[in-house]
């Protein structure tokens, strides 16, 4: 069992940054890959980022890559979205989700065990 608890949300201008963190509970962080995820009113939940469990090899999405980097901290227990140079279109609720699986990195939300209550995050322009 896997508990997250999402923080670092809030306002910004279209331009600046933020750095979202996700703390989570138990003993076997290490073995599980994390994703953040952000889903916009009236819209389905989306892939931003994830990272895998061994290796740290990093996943984006095609609209974040080159602005927000995913990192981990395993002994933390905490995973970070940093994200730079934000557009309004970035403007959701952000949540943080871990993936038990020993051989993949999921990159969709049905993949993911464990979820967080989520962050918002809004950009204005």
């Known amino acids: 069992q896997v508990q997250l608890v999402e923080s670092g949300g809030g306002l910004v201008q279209a331009g600046g940054s933020l750095k979202l963190s996700c703390a989570a509970s138990g003993r076997t962080f290490s073995r599980y890959s994390m994703g953040w995820f952000r889903q916009a009113p009236g819209k389905e939940r989306e892939f931003v980022a994830a990272i895998s469990w061994i290796g740290g090899r990093t996943y984006y999405a095609d609209s974040v890559k080159g602005r927000f980097t995913i990192s981990r901290d395993n002994a933390k227990n905490t995973v970070y979205l940093q994200m730079n140079s934000l557009k309004p279109e970035d403007t959701g609720v952000y949540y943080c989700?871990?993936?038990?699986?020993?051989?993949?990195?999921?990159?969709?939300?049905?993949?993911?065990?464990?979820w967080g209550q989520g962050t918002q995050v809004t950009v204005s322009s």
């Open positions: 989700a871990a993936d038990s699986s020993l051989y993949t990195t999921g990159l969709t939300p049905g993949e993911y065990d464990y």
